[in-house]
């Protein structure tokens, strides 16, 4: 690492900032302590970076193969690997998520550009969703693992974009697992009832707020954010006025490998249809249409 790096712990959980390198110059070498700084803090910051959209995607390109969103458009920017919210132009993302689970491959990593932020308020949030999973009792643990669960894109106006991946995943480089759904995006625990399912997936998903296991920024403009999609989720404080804009490059591929194989077949209404069918109309149509593709392969 370069010995003008400056490193900064922001949190018990989660969270460093970075000062001493500018990003439009980096190594090599230097891609390869920013990587291995990811795997220790699960989110960095450099503040007082001064990069164009060009450089931000070049910079990406070094992490792996680059999508910009699949379902939203920019407000303003327009290049093929940048994705912009504004929020003039309703951009807060202010729910807790993971990016882009609804993929069968979503997301390793994001690489967020803050262009012009407020003065005060819209500060960002991320938790570690690893240390949410450590701190559950040894028998939620082994529930969790043994479940899957339906992620869509309805936020975006897409619930027919699906994809089912393991309640707990593990870390492909750690080994860790972590808890793997979240408030924006996961619908339906597969292999529950709708009943059952609302009542765990209400207990998660507020779980991993748990101011313990999270870390808080205050933004400057030009401030790089870089995390890893694979154990954390974020959240935008909804509490400014005035302009907001980032720029995000988002990187792909993502294998979500699970803890442990589910113990028990997806749930499945059983005899005639009533009033409360609709709540497993999606994920019907979920697994038809994955048994679909199969046939046709």
């Known amino acids: 690492m370069a010995n003008q790096w400056q490193i ?3 949190a018990g959980a989660l969270g460093a900032e970075v000062s001493g390198t500018d990003l439009t110059t980096t190594t090599n070498s230097d891609i390869q302590d920013i990587k291995a700084l990811l795997t220790e803090h ?3 910051f450099f503040p007082g970076q001064n990069i164009s959209p060009e450089q931000h995607v070049a910079f990406g390109h070094n992490f792996g193969e680059l999508e910009n969103h699949p379902n939203l458009k920019n407000p303003f920017t327009d290049h093929p690997y940048i994705f912009e919210l504004a929020a003039t132009q309703g951009g ?3 729910e807790w998520h993971t990016d882009i689970t609804f993929q069968e491959q ?3 990593m994001s690489i967020l550009h803050m262009v012009k932020c407020p003065e005060y308020g819209g500060d960002t949030m991320w938790t570690s969703l690893e240390q949410a999973y450590d701190e559950l009792s040894k028998p939620m643990q082994q529930l969790c693992e043994g479940t899957t669960a339906l992620h869509d894109a309805a936020p975006h106006s897409r619930p027919e974009v699906m994809a089912v991946h393991p309640v707990v995943r593990v870390h492909p480089e750690t080994g860790r697992k972590s808890l793997y759904v979240n408030e924006h995006f996961t619908r339906r625990i597969v292999e529950m009832n709708n009943t059952e399912s609302r009542v765990v997936l209400d207990y998660l998903t507020d779980w991993v707020k748990n101011p313990r296991f999270t870390v808080r920024y205050h933004w400057t403009p030009g401030t790089i954010a870089i995390w890893d999609n694979r154990c ?3 959240f935008v404080l909804n509490d400014f006025e005035g302009e907001r804009v980032i720029q995000r490059v988002t990187v792909m591929g993502d294998q979500v490998e699970a803890a442990a194989q589910p113990v028990a077949q997806p749930w499945v209404r059983e005899g005639r249809k009533s009033a409360t069918s609709r709540y ?5 149509q979920y697994f038809r249409e994955r048994d679909q593709e199969a046939a046709d392969v």
């Open 232 to 234: 954390t989720q974020h």
């Open 280 to 284: 497993d109309r999606q994920m019907r």
């Open 42 to 44: 699960k989110v960095l």
């Open 92 to 94: 807060v993302a202010d």
């Open 8 to 10: 900064k712990r922001l």
């Open 106 to 108: 979503p997301s390793i």
